[in-house]
């Protein structure tokens, strides 16, 4: 049974960072490209970055200089690190596992996601 599950979300100041963690489990972790996205109240869930098999990275314009994707094919995590956070990024933050896609695939072919971590930004 594959399950994938997101941790480090929480409350943080404007200007603050984050590290969200994604564990999977049940899959060929490596084989998988990794993706975040984010869903914040009354907006369609969003692209915010992903990783390529082999560590190639892709980021949503709201990303690029802020948040970094990293993934341990060892601990089959991926990880987010988020810095400079502005209310704008306050969401639900899922993760996703595609099994045949690429950096550009969008949500809906993704294979396997998690229930979600909330972050809040405060202002």
């Known amino acids: 049974q594959v399950q994938v599950v997101e941790s480090g979300g929480g409350l943080v100041q404007a200007g603050g960072s984050l590290r969200l963690s994604c564990a999977a489990s049940?899959?060929?972790?490596?084989?998988?490209?990794m993706g975040w996205f984010r869903q914040a109240p009354g907006k369609e869930r969003e692209f915010v970055a992903a990783?390529?098999?082999?560590?190639?990275?892709y980021y949503a314009d709201s990303a690029k200089g802020r948040f970094a994707i990293s993934r341990d094919n060892a601990k089959n995590t991926v990880y987010l690190q988020m810095n400079s956070l502005n209310p704008e990024d306050t969401a639900v933050y899922y993760c996703?596992?595609?099994?045949?896609?690429?950096?550009?695939?969008?949500?809906?072919?993704?294979?396997?996601w998690g229930q979600g971590t909330q972050v809040t930004v405060s202002s």
């Open positions: 996703a596992a595609d099994r045949l896609g690429s950096l550009v695939t969008p949500s809906y072919e993704y294979d396997y």
């Open positions: 049940g899959l060929t972790f490596s084989s998988y490209v």
């Open positions: 990783i390529s098999r082999r560590g190639s990275t």
